[in-house]
């Protein structure tokens, strides 16, 4: 039986730009991504959002919006990740390289797409026009996507 296993991913986003994470180590390292991780047992996904975010960016929210769910099987291992994909436009703080993470603001049209999971150049445009959705994808290796589906959500 395969498993969902829940993590956390957080986009803050101002007008024009985006804050990406540079992964410094462990799952998606030397890849742009959003500020997150694993959910753990005693916490709810909104309080896993904001501790992971605090802790590999420096940034507080008090409010996060829901942007989408993502499920991705990488072949090969046992459990689904269920990612929960969240935004921010409100924060307090000032971006803050961790242990795990250098932040940087990106343009939207400067994204590195080249640099990041390759399933990111399919919804940070849904993300980016407040469309929330839900995504399956299926992963041969950490550079291909075998299957996917995408859809707009109105959770
Ligand atoms: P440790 O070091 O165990 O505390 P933790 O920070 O809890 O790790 P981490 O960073 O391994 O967890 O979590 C993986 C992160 O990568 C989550 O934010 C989800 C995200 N992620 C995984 N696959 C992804 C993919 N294909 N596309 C994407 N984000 C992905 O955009
Ligand atoms: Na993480
Ligand atoms: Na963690």
Redesign the pocket.
Known sequence: MTKNKL????FILNEANVLLGM?K????VG?W??????V?ADETILEAAKR?LL??SGLTVNELQEAGI?K?E?LGESEI?E?H?FTACKFEGTPTESE?MRPKWFPIPEVPYND?????RL?FPLMFRGQKFSGY?K?NG?LEIQDYTLEPACT
């Open positions: 993590y956390t991913s957080v992964k180590r462990g799952f998606g890849r991504n959003g500020f997150g991780g694993k753990d992971e802790e590999e993502l991705f990488y990740l990612v994909v795990e990041m999971w390759p399933d990111d919804w994808f992963f950490h």
